[in-house]
């Protein structure tokens, strides 16, 4: 089947992700989107110095946030070094699964935060608000070992966003939340920040669930009178130790590399994947939700109402 | 009120009226008083509060200056929100409630009005090309807060649209930076509603620019966030009486915010109290 798919070219750089432990995780979660894992040595985890050229080439070039993955972030030596250079230079959020947190590592991580004009964000990755839900995804033991995550980030004064993939239909959404906000209030967290994903169904999630059907395909045809920008090739990049890539969704696909520095990885992509098909749908999935700026395009055309 | 300065410039700036008509009111009473010359309205005139028609009436009749919000964009062409982009279910159930109550109580000639606004407006206050927008100058509803908004970030929006200060609203919390000499990003701030902070006043923007000398150096500028007192309880009343929600009357008698708390960065987050 030959499909037309578009290209869609770098607006401006805003975001700047870093797969700063790349595929190296202490867990083995069998939906992990890039399969990451204690022993997947596919993408190397960063060193301090071969971050710090791209820290200062953003600041050139203008980014306005930073995004550091994996892969765990905490499990990389050098993720506090990485992240107080970053706070001087703009905001930073980890995507962290919480299961490596000491009292220590969050204190550190409080006094950078209280040293920054900008905000550090720390997102938890969960998958089901029970050991009953969450567990047999993340692995035996992991709900209990996230919730205590937490509680030391509370106790170091953070207001972690904690995000779950939806591993139930969407109209349990509520029942599933109602529990859990109890127990987070019995740890201190009474309004707490939470943002549920869609599943992405490639790597793991594919075996675990099943994967894009056949149509799932972005065309030229689904481009038009739509806001690009909420495609997140459009505004970000993502650096591993080998180099920069369009985007952390495909970070461990061959060609998904584009340069060696930023202003080297500004080309224009062409939507190929099944996975680009998430982002069309759901818009900044992976960012937080202070940087959201909906499609003014997509809800003035098929969302109007008469005047 | 202190004296004008000589060959000087005074220039008020506000966003975020959510129809607080009665903090509009004290607004224009406040910058007389302050010898204001010029002021301009950033948009999101609707939203949260009573009586829409009323500040879109006050803002026409006095002739100042409006630019186009997310809201007023939304309002005027008839769309089914508010564009703010929340995914929270409790923050979208609040913001469906007050949209959908806006644009029931706003006139056919006010949605006209809205429609045609301009995104942005360009002005000369001294030596300083000011550009003035809602929330970004490259797009509308784009939200930069103080925390999340890299200095590097700022600079390159003063090179690309060739710029020396940038003026917005959208979020509702006034900040303001120097990123680099001579460059100033200002967000003026909300009347619509205080900026969660426990306090009822709300704030606007006063700039004074003193040309003195009129050499081609770059003038002096003072930028002042002014807290702006209001019959706050009448508004709440108001609120009560037209059967707006218990947690928006809340935020304006305890000046904390209670809904739409999602979109906040860590650090305005831990601000506040919810």
Redesign the interface.
Known sequence: MVLDHPTLKLD?L?TLWFQIAGTLCNLRCNHCFISCSPDNYALGMMTFDQFLPYLQE????????FYFTGGEPFANPDLLKILAATLQ???ATALTNATLFRSQVVKELASM?DAS?????LRVSMDGFSPETNDPIRGPGTFKRIMRGIKLLLDG???PIITAMRSWPIEQ??AQLAEFKTSLAEIGYR?P????LPSLKIGQEARRDHGYSERDYITKTMMVGFDS?QLICSNSRIVSARGVHVCPILVDQPDSLLGKRLSSAKQAFELRYQACMTCYQYGALCS???????N?ER??IS????? | MSPKPHNSQRIAFFGGVYSNYLALEALLEDARARGVQRLYCLGDLGAFGPLPDRACDILRETGIRVIQGNYDNSIGNGLVDCQCGYTDPRDNNFAKLSYDYTFRNTSTENKNWMRKLPSEIRIQIGSYRVLLCHGSPRKMNEFLWETTTSNAFLNWLFEKYDIDIIVGTHTGLHWRREPSPGKHFINCGAIGRPPNDGQTTVVYTVINADNDGNDGSACRLEVDFVRLTYDYERLAAEMVSVGLPEEFIETIRTGWWTTCNEILPAKERARGIY
């Open positions: 401006h805003d953003a600041a050139q070039l203008g980014v306005k946030e230079v703009g905001p935060r004009i900008y905000s550090l964000e004064g953070f207001l959404d509520e309004y920040r939470i943002k549920l920008s937080n939700a202070s940087s959201a700026a909906v003014f809800t003035t969302r109007s109402r008469p005047r």
